[in-house]
């Protein structure tokens, strides 16, 4: 039973450029979460999608961060116009359920901006 | 606001003697709490989630306790190796009813030989 996948797992992009970041969740998981990491610092939450639905989207930058979740297919999160402040490990997580949860998280996908 | 404070300096500790990683937080109220291991460049593994109404939990040689007065978890291993330096987060969770989590800074453990 494959983990949380994401790709890819490392991404150079130059400013200005876009970023897509994709994440498999595991089998039979319907919840996907975003979170980004800073060196040295905690993970920070992004964004919470349900199966074409964003939950909540509370921690995610109001401009040139987006995410979806389709029908079919893996989950996206796309960061327009990318600042060398961008630059960090995003994480996707999975889970079963919504509450009372475990959160099984993939290894991560590196992005630094040039 | 939220905050989760974990011990920022690295602990560093003897083989087979007992790790013992704090996580205090304020202004939050979960309903569960859990731990994950984190090691330099990979995703965080989930070790252990504990809910608010139960006072420890137990794995294999790790131990976790958690006091909702006290806005404080304990997270212990025993007869810590080598193996289990990594970053150890605390994370909590539960609020609004589904899973978002608020992610401590995490604690550094390095075990010696």
């Known amino acids: 039973n494959a983990g949380v996948m994401q790709n890819p797992r490392h991404l150079v992009r130059r400013r200005g450029q876009e970023a897509r970041l994709r994440c498999s969740p595991m089998?039979?998981?319907?919840?996907v979460y975003w979170y980004r990491q800073l060196p040295e610092e905690g993970l920070k939450f992004m964004v919470y999608?349900?199966?074409?639905?964003?939950?909540?989207e509370s921690g995610m930058p109001k401009e040139r961060f987006s995410a979806e979740f389709p029908k079919e297919g893996p989950s996206i999160l796309r960061i327009q116009q990318v600042v060398r402040g961008d630059s960090a490990a995003y994480f996707c997580?999975?889970?079963?359920?919504?509450?009372?949860?475990?959160?099984?998280f993939g290894p991560g996908t590196r992005l630094l901006v040039l | 606001s939220q905050k989760i404070e974990q011990n920022s300096e690295a602990l560093n500790i003897q083989e087979g003697k007992t790790a013992t990683l704090t996580c205090n937080y304020t202004?939050?109220?979960?309903?569960?709490l859990q731990w994950y291991r984190q090691d330099p460049g990979r995703g965080p593994v989930f070790l252990l989630l504990?809910?608010?109404?139960?006072k420890e939990k137990r794995k294999e040689r790790l131990k976790v306790t958690f006091d909702t007065t006290l806005k404080q978890s304990l997270f212990h291993i025993t007869a810590s190796q080598p193996a289990d330096s990594a970053t150890y987060l605390c994370?909590?969770?539960?609020?609004?009813?589904?899973?978002?989590?608020?992610f401590g800074a995490g604690t550094r453990l390095a075990v010696h030989p």
């Open positions: 997580a999975s889970s079963r359920g919504a509450v009372l949860e475990t959160q099984y």
């Open positions: 504990i809910r608010e109404n139960e």
């Open positions: 202004n939050y109220s979960p309903a569960y």
């Open positions: 089998k039979g998981h319907s919840h």
């Open positions: 994370a909590l969770g539960g609020s609004g009813g589904y899973n978002k989590l608020i």
């Open positions: 999608l349900q199966k074409e639905n964003i939950i909540d």
